[in-house]
């Protein structure tokens, strides 16, 4: 009997060590359900200085692309696998690689042997330690090419799918096509609401978030340091997506050599190299989390002013915090 007596009291007190777990778990909810949840910022890059740039300045995750100046195509996988080693060192480990995975500049409807190089490419990407991939078909009737897509989900997994702004000139309605994304099990739809920018397709944005229960919606597209928090009250999205609004030009004038030209569009500027600045995506993260930027500190320049300092790499810096494009 007593024997029983105890068994009994044992299992009361193992009843209230789990009712008082189960109240711990529940105030443990009830406390995130009332914290405001973070925006996380994505940032575009080009090349491996850029990366580490929007890692140091607090981007969650980046999107490495090659040839920004005709809309971006895929990286080499050299640089890749750099960028992979560069995040992949740093001690938080926070900022994930993804990769855009486009295998020419112009339209979206690919051949089939374009679209065997965009498979080829994101098993190598896989296999060279990237996060995820950013990538979309359509179909010559400006649909999402389901077929294309599916394909390259599959060969993706791992890693996280993007769908990029091949949406916003698709010719389905919105809310159809996200059902099509949701379906092929994409992860991420990069969106400025189908309009030039994702200021003015904030209504867009906010109806497709509404209706997503799978794919998260990031709005892209004239993000800028302006603009950030008024996108995020208006659209409501915890993602969004900033590119040439936090880069800087570099400067070494011992780069300048004879003044010979590499090509028209370089011309007179060899001397000067475009990165993201860690400064302006450190302001940017805090614009989306505050509405404002905080008080600066640790001899930060203010906003709307220039510094000049040397950067790791032994270089001149002009930053100008003003505004982004």
């Known amino acids: 009997a007593r024997a029983r007596a105890r068994a009994r009291a044992r299992e009361r007190a193992r009843a209230r060590a789990r009712a008082r777990a189960r109240e711990r778990a529940r105030a443990r909810a009830r406390a995130r359900a009332m914290e405001p949840q973070r925006v996380h910022v994505e940032i575009c890059c080009e090349g491996v200085r850029s990366v580490a740039a929007a890692a140091a300045g607090g981007a969650e995750r980046v999107e490495l692309c090659a040839d920004l100046g005709n809309g971006g195509v895929t990286p080499s996988i050299g640089i890749v696998r750099t960028a992979a080693a560069i995040l992949g060192a740093r001690r938080d480990r926070r900022t994930r690689l993804h990769v855009l995975v486009r295998p020419r500049p112009g339209h979206f409807v690919y051949s089939d042997d374009e679209w065997a190089a965009v498979l080829a490419d994101v098993a190598a990407l896989r296999d060279a330690g990237a996060d995820g991939v950013v990538l979309g078909a359509l179909t010559p009737g400006g649909r999402v090419d389901e077929a294309k897509t599916g394909q390259a989900v599959c060969a993706a997994r791992p890693m996280k799918v993007t769908f990029h702004r091949a949406f916003d000139v698709a010719t389905s309605e919105p809310l159809e096509t996200l059902a099509v994304l949701s379906r092929l099990q994409v992860d991420y739809l990069l969106t400025s609401g189908r309009k030039p920018s994702a200021l003015q397709g904030s ?75 860690p400064e302006k995506v450190r302001e940017l993260c805090r614009r989306c989390n505050n509405g404002e930027a905080l008080e600066q500190s640790g001899g930060e320049a203010p906003l709307g002013h220039s510094r000049r300092s040397r950067s790791a790499f032994g270089i001149e810096i002009t930053s100008d915090f003003g505004q982004g494009c």
């Open 203 to 277: 209504a867009c944005i906010r109806q497709l978030l509404q209706a997503s229960s799978t794919v998260e919606i990031i709005a892209g597209c004239g993000v800028n340091l302006d603009n950030v928090a008024e996108i995020v009250q208006a659209t409501g999205v915890r993602q969004v997506h900033a590119g040439s609004a936090v880069v800087c030009a570099y400067s070494d004038e011992a780069a300048m050599g004879s003044g010979v030209s590499m090509g028209p569009a370089s011309a007179g500027r060899e001397a000067m190299v475009s990165a993201t600045c």
